[in-house]
């Protein structure tokens, strides 16, 4: 059987039953024993089922005798469990009961069980947690460690907990139940009742930690699905099973879940049982053939979770049934990518507007050299403004791209997105009459912007004010909104495919990558021009973002103002431009013979629900955000070795990031970490496509472009972060953050094209 077993070991004789003389407990309160520690056998059981009976028993192995501690379950029944199963965790709130465990054959051990003694009026403090913790760790240093974390807490104060728990090494947490084991309701609506408190715990938890969290109580085969979604690592059958006190209910109960998970499905032995020559009422002879299943490793356990349970954006079907292992009380997907050719997305063209020209070359160049693009404004008067300074593009031709009578009519929002998405086209070898060869039905086009049409917005607010509504363009509404890019782009071209703009701030041009790929992913598209385009250093823009207290005053020295994690950064410097790939079925790409870039792994979207502009301090929002990016690539945090971080040089916002990534990637000495708008500025809406090229750009060269401006770091930043010179480095999967206010958060990931 490869299951987990969980046994309480709690007795009369324990200190623990005897709290006011536990001096890890420090409760004051005196009480006696209850007699349930004598007749209750608290079996906790999770994903598998052991011999809870003397007559079940496997014949052949001799029982080992069971230590005086256990004495609260028949010393039999405890040999029998010890030896039928696998693997074995006792669970108990005395560490001192721990070793004798072990040495009668339990692999792990769990501070939990804490029902009992809620039935006694006690509950348990995070103090007194951490203690049973601290003190099990002095212990057994090398044993792997559970800990359930009592439902009683506050669910800030669950999250926080295991957060300590996890710094003081623990290798699983559970959560609990226990709040609704009597729901309100009858039927389905009654199930999800009394999961529901779980089901909160697992999914908050699992977004502040990086080990394992397991769903174990007040599950059932309706809401089991639901905590794999939530984020639990894996689900169990917590202490409701074994007060059915009879082994084939719980064999049924636990199946039930079991078959209800598509990460846990039975094979063709409906009992799974143990690998060992088992003889017994209940079990038919194993196969001797079977191979054994591996030694309780916790390792995969910390590989990326795959939601399967409601296809999605980010989900990809599985077949039916799928073999599944169970180990250390958990059941986990490692990490796989696509391989279906018509679902796997590369990236076939490059296409930019920047402070460094039009060419994605010659810009890539400039940022290699440390260059900065920042200047004084000039386009109007800034004098008067508290920050007279910004990424400020000129000398911007169209000519080519865009005919002499819009080409004047147009905002520069558009300009900047007609050419960058035209040049992208050239890059994936489909300009001019070669893009007739493609089927214009399954080609569209997702181009973002964060503002929109700004100067032709605020020269029409400007034209109502002074003369009055009939002076307004008629154009003022077509060219503001911001759906225009994308539709002119579309226009001119001629496809037909998937068409429409997102705007989430700064986070808009991550949010249309990720958003093209699944539209190719789910075969509605071929091919998406995919990115962002911005244009607002304009007086009501900069008047906005200074209105915000978000603008870098440095106006004496505008070049050194953008300084990402420096101690002396003071915010953030707006740039401008656009940033677009060329996105393509792999299937698409190889019919066609295009010249493939590299690959597009997956994406992930979400929101902090915290603030108007401020970021999470903890980075929550963040940190989940990338762990589901790199679910939805198929890649575990191991493999990412390049981060292009949003860094936008705000005093409060590089620190909640760098916070957000040491949350999902615990050893930072293999990751490279820079930051592009050192040079360019924020460029808003267009960031993360400018920012997405670079990326690129380092994965195709081996070259990493500097954060040009760190004089004085931040010393909790902890990377390394390519300080002011360029620095070669093979890049094996790289991710490229963007977040907006509003909260907006958005991760991609890319890797080298390998066939």
Request: charged fraction near 20%; glycine fraction near 8%; proline fraction near 6%.
């Amino acid at each position: 059987m490869s299951s987990s077993i969980f046994s309480p070991v709690s007795t009369p004789s324990h200190t623990i039953l005897k709290p006011n003389q536990n001096p890890l407990l420090q409760i004051n309160s005196s009480f006696k024993a209850s007699s349930i520690f004598q007749k209750k056998k608290l079996f906790k059981w999770n994903q598998g089922f052991a011999f809870h009976h003397q007559r079940h028993r496997p014949q052949g192995f001799s029982s080992k005798k069971s230590p005086q501690r256990l004495q609260n379950l028949d010393r039999d029944n405890v040999a029998a469990v010890v030896t039928a199963a696998d693997k074995v965790c006792v669970s108990s709130v005395d560490p001192a009961a721990f070793p004798a465990a072990i040495e009668a054959g339990a692999l792990m051990v769990e501070i939990g069980n804490y029902d009992s003694f809620y039935e006694m009026g006690l509950t348990f403090s995070p103090e007194q947690i951490l203690n049973l913790t601290k003190e099990t760790k002095r212990i057994l240093p090398s044993v792997a460690l559970s800990v359930t974390v009592p439902h009683t807490l506050s669910l800030p104060d669950q999250v926080k907990l295991a957060e300590q728990l996890e710094q003081e090494g623990v290798d699983v947490i559970q959560t609990e139940g226990g709040k609704c084991s009597s729901p309100s309701k009858a039927g389905i609506l009654g199930l999800i009742e009394k999961a529901t408190p779980t089901l909160a715990a697992a999914y908050s938890i699992s977004r502040a930690v990086n080990i394992p969290v397991m769903c174990s109580s007040g599950l059932s085969s309706v809401t089991a699905p639901l905590a794999i979604t939530a984020g639990a690592s894996g689900v169990g059958v917590g202490s409701a099973i074994n007060k059915l006190n009879d082994v084939v209910a719980m064999i049924a109960e636990v199946k039930s879940i079991a078959e209800a998970t598509p990460l846990l499905t039975f094979p063709s032995d409906p009992l799974h049982r143990s690998h060992r020559k088992l003889h017994s009422p209940l079990l038919p002879p194993c196969n001797p053939s079977t191979p054994p299943p591996s030694a309780f490793p916790l390792d995969r356990l910390r590989q990326p979770r795959r939601s399967t349970i409601f296809p999605g954006n980010n989900a990809k079907p599985l077949p039916k049934r799928l073999p599944f292992k169970v180990s250390s009380s958990a059941v986990t997907a490692a990490p796989k990518r696509e391989t279906d050719p018509k679902k796997r997305v590369v990236i076939t063209g490059m296409g930019l507007v920047s402070v460094f020209g039009n060419e994605v070359d010659a810009y890539y160049e400039k940022l290699l050299s440390g260059e900065s693009g920042i200047t004084l404004i000039d386009r109007f008067d800034a004098s008067k403004f508290p920050t007279r300074f910004g990424g400020q593009i000129r000398g911007f031709k169209a000519e080519g791209y865009i005919d002499g009578k819009n080409d004047r009519r147009l905002d520069d929002c558009l300009r900047y997105c007609i050419v960058a998405g035209k040049k992208a086209l050239e890059g994936a070898d489909l300009g001019g009459d070669k893009l007739d060869k493609i089927d214009k039905i399954r080609a569209g086009v997702l181009i973002g912007t964060g503002m929109g049409g700004l100067t032709v917005f605020s020269d029409g607010v400007q034209a109502l004010i002074e003369k009055g509504h009939r002076k307004i363009t008629p154009f003022f509404i077509p060219y503001a909104i911001t759906n225009m890019a994308s539709a002119l782009l579309a226009i001119d071209l001629g496809l037909m495919g998937p068409n429409y703009s997102i705007s989430t701030a700064c986070a808009t041009s991550n949010y249309c990558f990720y958003a093209a790929a699944n539209h190719i992913r789910r075969g509605e598209a071929d091919l998406m021009i995919a990115g962002g385009t911005e244009a607002a250093i304009i007086p009501i823009g900069l008047g906005g973002f200074v209105a915000c207290r978000a603008l870098s005053q440095r106006n004496d020295d505008p070049q050194t103002a953008s300084r990402p994690w420096d101690k002396d950064r003071d915010g953030f410097v707006m740039g401008e431009g656009a940033g677009v790939l060329v996105l393509e079925s792999l299937e698409h790409a190889m019919k066609r013979g295009a010249p493939i870039i590299a690959k597009y792994l997956g994406g992930a979207v979400n929101c902090d629900a915290y603030h108007m502009t401020d970021p999470r301090a903890d980075g929550l929002g963040v940190s989940s955000c990338i762990q589901s990016a790199l679910e939805d690539a198929g890649v575990s945090p191991e493999e990412v070795n390049y981060i292009n971080a949003h860094a936008t040089s705000t005093i409060v916002g590089d620190l909640a990031e760098v916070n957000a990534i040491k949350k999902v990637f615990k050893n930072t000495s293999e990751i490279k970490i820079n930051a592009t708008k050192s040079m360019i500025g924020h460029c808003l809406g267009a960031a993360g496509g400018l920012e997405a090229i670079a990326t690129v750009k380092a994965i195709t060269t081996g070259w990493l472009h500097p954060t040009i401006n760190q004089f004085n770091a931040e010393p909790s930043v902890e990377f390394d972060t390519v300080a002011n010179k360029k620095q070669q480095h093979e890049v094996n999967v790289a991710i490229s953050n963007s977040f907006g206010f509003g909260g907006h958060n958005s991760v991609v990931a890319f890797s080298a094209f390998k066939p």
